[in-house]
């Protein structure tokens, strides 16, 4: 870490090197494999970049296609003398060799100033695949770099261990299925994921993955992982990697697709030109997607604003509105286990059960990389020099953390904090009313077919139309395929007389999915179970490879 702030400054405009550090001050100056590799930081924090790219020829990148323009964007923050050009794209092209569209992303009109940004092409048709194909390859392509001339068990065997209520365990299977040196392990309640989520990741027969019914709710499966982490035996006897949104790589893979469809925009609209202003709307549920969006404009994408959408689990529109960050406190009766997953902290007392299930969270857990951004601005307002900011940042979002891990809440935060927040961000709040009223209304006016957790987006679209300037474009994003979450939407659907789920929004891919041939272990509610499992079939799968 250089002493001096000023100059450190300056020198990063002039150098490509990017090191990165973490959320809470105590670990800095890591590389991207580092961070890559850890996932979350020593001190508890999330891992950020040290300084934010300005994009500053990002016009130029007009024409490029989704894995070029990844190439442009990715390079920006992995220095060449990590991984090289040429590297990183036989990464990235190996990544989206996968998708079916394309244009990997498409865009899609809907009406004048509302535009759908499809994110859903990948193999398990949600908009984590963007993120997860991306870091299995990179994944391999750091361990196979680090075992260059080892053999047997010398070798670094990476064990990923992931809990899911449905999209992160199938999007991390896939990612890394059939993958040199890693093995993965996903556990998932028993009986509590969608018939189709569950066949999309038991039919995975590669032996390097490993898919563990567990005796339990989903926050259970969460414990056990946290568990892992946490203990001796399992961290002596395993190399453990994580693959939950807490990784700075999803991040990273996300920024793209906000470049992407802002061209795709400008050529398909004659009045808009490259600088105008445009307005994304994002469902969220643990600030991750739409995270990636406040990378993009920082870097100097020009968006006017980012509209976070939230289900009824809506601690960021709370935030927004008061500036306090307050976990839920349930005023009905507590649902049995929340549907929470990709590290989110769920608790069966706070968290509400929706139609759109991959938002269900009590805490979202990257909204700490934006509070280091807001805590650091504020710092800066003392004139000091970047290291002290950074230092002060680094106290500001730990002691935030603290209180909300002691108290269930911080805040409200200052009001020069909550100001800068709202000049990036908006929120609004949408209900499982208005969310199959959504589905309904697009249907008929449109006939497309939104899945809930799109539908939360283009409710929250709507409002923004109705309040601003008729000219003022929007991109909303469309994170999961509608097949998906098929009982929302027969449910928004049903009086539609004309509408054939099995006709129009069925894949190919989901048929007889159900029926194919099936690997998956039972585990019983108990951490040292699964632990000394996860520990034999490593070891089985290891012995099988000759080591
Ligand atoms: C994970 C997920 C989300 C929420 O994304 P975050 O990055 O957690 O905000 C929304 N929709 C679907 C379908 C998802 O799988």
């Not at 400054?9 to 590389?31: I, P």
């Not at 994944?139 to 053999?151: A, D, Q, S, W």
């Not at 009982?487 to 007389?497: D, F, I, Q, S």
């Not at 129009?504 to 272990?521: A, H």
Request: hydrophobic share 35%; aromatic share 10%.
């Amino acid at each position: 870490m250089a002493t001096n702030g000023v100059h450190n400054a300056k020198e990063e405009t002039h150098t490509t090197s990017q090191r990165y550090l973490s959320t809470r001050g105590d670990d800095y100056d890591c590389s991207f494999e580092e961070v890559v590799l850890k996932g979350l930081a020593s001190d508890g924090g999330l891992y950020i970049p040290e300084h934010i790219p300005q994009a500053s020829s990002w016009q130029s990148w007009k024409d490029l296609s989704f894995p070029d323009l990844a190439l442009e964007v990715m390079s920006l923050y992995i220095s060449p003398a990590e991984i090289p050009r040429s590297d990183l794209k036989k990464i990235i092209d190996t990544s989206y060799s996968t998708f079916r569209a394309p244009e990997t992303t498409p865009l899609v009109h809907l009406t004048d100033n509302i535009h759908l940004l499809e994110l859903f092409h990948g193999p398990t048709f949600a908009f984590k695949d963007v993120a997860l194909q991306f870091l299995g390859n990179l994944f391999e392509y750091f361990l196979v770099r680090k075992n260059e001339g080892k053999t047997g068990r010398d070798r670094h065997h990476l064990t990923v261990v992931g809990a899911t209520s449905g999209d992160t365990g199938s999007a991390a299977i896939y990612g890394l299925r059939g993958k040199k040196d890693v093995s993965v392990f996903i556990m998932f309640p028993t009986g509590r994921v969608s018939p189709v989520q569950e066949a999309q990741m038991t039919t995975v027969l590669d032996k390097n993955v490993h898919c563990l019914s567990v005796d339990g709710t989903f926050d259970d499966c969460q414990d056990i992982v946290k568990a892992m982490f946490g203990d001796e035996d399992a961290n002596k006897n395993l190399k453990l990697g994580a693959v939950n949104s807490i990784n700075w790589a999803r991040i990273l893979a996300q920024i793209v697709y906000y470049f992407h469809s802002y061209f795709a925009l400008a050529k398909s609209n004659a009045e808009f030109k490259l600088g105008d202003q445009v307005r994304f709307v994002v469902p969220t549920g643990n600030f991750g997607d739409i995270l990636a969006g406040y990378f993009a404009k920082r870097m100097g994408l020009p968006i006017e604003r980012l509209v976070i959408a939230t289900n009824e689990n809506d601690i960021l529109d709370r935030f927004w509105k008061t500036g306090k960050y307050e976990k839920q406190v349930a005023k009905e009766p507590a649902t049995v286990g929340g549907l929470a997953e990709d590290g989110a902290q769920a608790h069966p007392d706070g968290v509400k059960e929706t139609l759109s299930p991959a938002m269900d969270i009590l805490v979202s857990s990257n909204f700490e990389r934006l509070l280091w951004f807001l805590a650091y601005e504020f710092a800066e307002t003392a004139k000091m020099d970047t290291e002290w900011n950074k230092k002060q940042a680094g106290q500001e979002v730990s002691k935030w953390l603290k209180d909300l891990k002691t108290t269930g809440s911080f805040g409200p935060v200052y009001q020069d904090v909550l100001k800068s927040a709202k000049r990036d961000f908006e929120s609004e709040r949408v209900t499982d009313e208005q969310t199959l009223e959504t589905i309904k209304d697009t249907y008929q006016k449109l006939k497309y077919v939104l899945d809930p957790h799109s539908a939360v987006g283009i409710a929250a679209t709507q409002r923004s139309t109705e309040r601003n300037d008729k000219s003022l474009q929007h991109i909303s994003l469309s994170t999961a395929h509608p097949a998906k979450f098929s009982g929302a939407v027969e449910m928004a659907l049903k009086e539609e007389k004309e509408f054939d789920f099995a006709k129009q929004v069925l894949p190919t891919e989901f048929i007889g999915l159900e029926q194919q041939e099936k690997r998956v272990t039972t585990a019983p509610n108990d951490f040292k179970h699964v632990r000394e499992l996860v520990k034999k079939q490593v070891d089985e799968e290891l012995k099988a490879l000759g080591y």
